[in-house]
């Protein structure tokens, strides 16, 4: 069934250039110093809001080509907006006036042809493309480092938004990758099903992004990683385009899909893909409980994970995250249980995940949703905070506080070691560098039978003028204590070029070499999204 809902765009609110989310949601002066004054050491007065006319942009390297100008744009807010992600390094720069490398175009295109008509134009011009599609990219994957090309082209997908067909038989549906996430749900809500794959990027974010970052979603255990949707792909690249063929399931070689899924735009560029869709959910309920010791809480969750009860959320706070959301305000750590199904009711599941739960000490809170009988105020707190937190984290970086997140994952025997080993090790290279102590919190936020996925958040007062190397200098600690646990560099936000050290280390050297061939062989001139993956 062909589909032809286009893009929707917001008439009434525009999106911050230098931070997360909506500009009109973002705390002012008054809520950053009340949160400011929770931290030693941080600033008097918050830093004010940047300017995009008090940055020195220099007009463009190049004209953008004749035949496709109509869809560039050279205006300095354009451009200064695609300069970078969101994560907080790219925050705290833009407040300090210092956003790096900002493209000289920025290219809309609306079909694929015209994808391939600018990456021949870019070739040909020794021209970097930079893929950008919602620009939620927390690991500096949609910026430009570097001095190697003569101009820089952010080629950003969101005027490639549409769902362009639907096989309601085969529960899948054929999107455009610039597609945003609740364009994507509209635009298959009418046809009964959904995607249900929800990051916390999931308002500013695309199913290419998704799909170039091999994103982690909204189930905390079971499908999903993007990957698990995925049919097949369209990829336009510089030798060619790539359209893998639409399967269930197939055993012919290593999946052409594979090779680009989590490539970061660095093989080629993601236009569209078939993706397995479900039924949307009528049936849900959740429940929260509290621990007092967070390894047996550890424990509530291993035994959950290897049940086959697969709860939809499986999110475990620890003390000092579980009272930063306001799920718990006594010290205790807090588990989150969610169940949701199209097919029938799920209160017996969660009945039993509590169960297992409070064998390993967990305390019952109340029940929420539509087959539960109460309202839990944790559950509510938690998903508050989860959608508000990173407006948050931008008003503290006003006040010169660092306030950020990473995440990993590890086998079960090594969680317990790496989750202390972090708090330790972060808190005291914090201490040293700036005289101040750190609150460095955890939580999982999936959960597998064989191990799981830690989600860090530092809070720390920063070094004035020089806090983004204050959070680098924290950075690389952390890396080192995730390389020396056999931990992943990252779980699901993608390599980027911040976390390139350590996936260096972490990849084999036979699949650097050819990744370092695919590279060469896909991008022979090295024009897309340079430095992200392989050099």
């Not at 500096?140 to 952010?154: F, K």
């Not at 794959?197 to 974010?205: D, G, L, R, T």
Request: aromatic residues 6%.
């Amino acid at each position: 069934m062909p589909g032809t809902t286009p893009q929707p765009t917001s008439a009434t609110r525009t999106r911050s250039w230098w931070g997360w989310g909506w500009a009109d949601a973002h705390p002012d002066d008054a809520e950053c110093a009340a949160m400011g004054a929770l931290i030693p050491g941080t600033l008097a007065h918050p830093l004010p809001v940047p300017r995009v006319r008090d940055l020195d942009i220099e007009r463009p390297a190049v004209e953008p080509p004749a035949g496709l100008a109509h869809l560039v744009a050279t205006g300095p807010r354009e451009r200064a907006a695609h300069a970078m992600g969101k994560a907080y390094r790219d925050v705290a720069r833009a407040l300090r006036g210092r956003p790096g490398r900002i493209p000289d175009l920025v290219a809309r295109p609306t079909e694929e042809r015209e994808v391939a008509d600018l990456l021949d134009w870019a070739g040909e011009r020794q021209v970097a493309v930079v893929p950008y599609g919602g620009g939620s990219s927390v690991s500096g994957g949609v910026e430009y480092r570097g001095d190697a090309h003569r101009a820089v082209l952010s080629l950003d997908l969101t005027a490639m938004g549409r769902v362009l067909e639907v096989d309601a038989v085969g529960r899948a549906a054929r999107i455009q990758a610039g597609t945003l996430g609740p364009s994507l749900e509209d635009q298959l809500r009418p046809h009964g099903l959904t995607l249900r794959h929800f990051p916390q990027s999931f308002e500013f974010s695309t199913l290419g992004g998704w799909l170039a970052t091999r994103a982690g979603g909204h189930y905390a255990t079971g499908r999903t990683h993007i990957d698990d949707f995925v049919q097949s792909l369209r990829v336009v690249t510089p030798a060619g385009t790539s359209a893998s063929w639409r399967l269930p399931a197939s055993g012919a070689g290593p999946s052409p899909d594979r090779l680009f899924l989590g490539s970061e735009g660095a093989l080629g560029i993601i236009t569209e893909a078939w993706v397995r869709l479900q039924e949307r959910p009528t049936h849900k309920a959740s429940a929260s409980l509290a621990f007092t010791d967070f390894h047996a809480a550890l424990e509530a969750v291993r035994a959950i994970a290897q049940s086959d009860l697969s709860p939809a959320n499986c999110r475990l706070l620890d003390a000092g995250e579980a009272a930063l959301s306001g799920a718990s305000h006594d010290g205790s750590a807090v588990l989150v249980l969610g169940f949701e199904s199209a097919d029938g009711p799920v209160t017996a599941r969660l009945g039993q995940a509590v169960d297992l739960a409070r064998s390993h000490g967990g305390r019952r809170g109340g029940v929420d949703g539509v087959d539960g009988a109460d309202t839990d105020a944790a559950v509510g707190a938690w998903r508050s905070a989860f959608l508000r937190m990173p407006y948050l984290r931008d008003g503290l970086a006003r006040m010169g506080a660092v306030a950020e997140t990473f995440e990993t994952a590890a086998t079960w025997d090594r969680i317990p070691g790496l989750i202390e080993a972090v708090r330790t090790e972060v808190g005291e290279a914090a201490l040293k560098a700036s005289g101040h102590p750190a609150t460095v919190n955890c939580r999982l936020t999936h959960v597998y039978p064989d191990g799981a996925a830690p989600y860090f958040t530092v809070l720390a007062a920063g070094r004035p003028g020089d806090e983004v190397a204050f959070w680098d200098d924290l950075k690389a600690v952390a890396s080192d204590v995730l390389h020396r646990h056999r931990a992943t560099i990252t779980h699901h936000h993608a390599v980027g070029r911040d976390h390139r050290p350590g996936y260096d280390r972490q990849r084999p050297d036979p699949f650097a070499l050819a990744l370092r061939a695919a590279k060469g062989a896909l991008d022979p001139r090295g024009i897309l999204n340079p430095g992200v993956l392989v050099d």
